[in-house]
């Protein structure tokens, strides 16, 4: 079984349009990530959630809105999308929020067109 | 900015051990050294952790300066399967409930047949 599990994997859509991507982990973990990677491939963190709670948000454009209905799902609502969208997006968990190994999805491809 | 800095590519040699280094000068005295790695479209998977002592598990050894500011992770017999982006990370503590994991650019590996 796929401990951290994201979908859709693959995801081409237009500008203007909204879309989500859902991530369940099943390791029991307090703690949910979302991560961007860009066309550079750096990769940074968009969001943290902890037991349901936003404790970490690094000034992502309002368009994107994290939801977390329980402490294993962690989803990512993207408003009005843009060309600049265009990424692959990786959801991660771990145990608690601090000093905890950190456990990835194998990532949501992006593109808007 | 990532805490890290790491030489942006190595080759090595198929069955020979890759030492890729990682200066972190400014390392607090309770952070720990991380080190990920990314295979081509996958998602970033853990390899290993320390604070001051060295460290090995099944996929590696880390070995850190007793000043700490700066580690080498050391695959003792690379493989074709090990080519990767490599990144080298600081957990930096934002409160005492949690902290934050950034990504540098990494040191993309090259293991040659």
């Known amino acids: 079984d796929t401990a951290v599990s994201q979908t859709p994997k693959y995801l081409v859509t237009q500008m203007g349009n909204d879309k989500s991507i859902k991530c369940e982990q099943n390791?029991?973990?307090?703690?949910m990530y979302w991560y961007k990677q860009d066309s550079k491939k750096f990769l940074k963190i968009m969001f943290s959630?902890?037991?349901?709670?936003?404790?970490i948000n690094e000034t992502v454009p309002n368009r994107f809105s994290p939801k977390s209905p329980d402490k294993a799902h962690l989803n990512l609502h993207i408003n009005s999308l843009e060309l600049g969208d265009s990424a692959v997006y990786f959801c991660?968990?771990?145990?608690?929020?601090?000093?905890?190994?950190?456990?990835f999805g194998e990532g949501s491809w992006l593109t808007v067109v | 900015d990532a805490k890290t800095t790491q030489p942006p590519s190595m080759d090595c040699a198929e069955g020979r051990a890759a030492n890729l280094p990682c200066n972190h000068s400014?390392?607090?005295?309770?952070?720990?050294v991380y080190w990920y790695r990314q295979i081509h479209s996958q998602g970033p998977q853990y390899i290993i952790h320390?604070?001051?002592n060295n460290e090995t598990n099944e996929m590696a050894s880390l070995i850190i300066t007793e000043d700490r500011k700066s580690s080498t992770l050391i695959l003792p017999h690379a493989t074709l399967r090990d080519t990767a982006v490599y990144y080298c990370?600081?957990?930096?503590?934002?409160?005492?409930?949690?902290?934050?994991?950034?990504f540098g650019p990494g040191t993309s590996l090259s293991v040659i047949p």
């Open positions: 390791l029991g973990h307090d703690t």
């Open positions: 959630y902890n037991n349901k709670e936003l404790i």
């Open positions: 400014t390392i607090s005295g309770n952070e720990y």
């Open positions: 990370i600081v957990r930096v503590l934002m409160k005492t409930s949690y902290d934050k994991v950034i």
């Open positions: 991660a968990s771990s145990l608690t929020s601090s000093g905890n190994t950190i456990y």
């Open positions: 320390g604070l001051k």
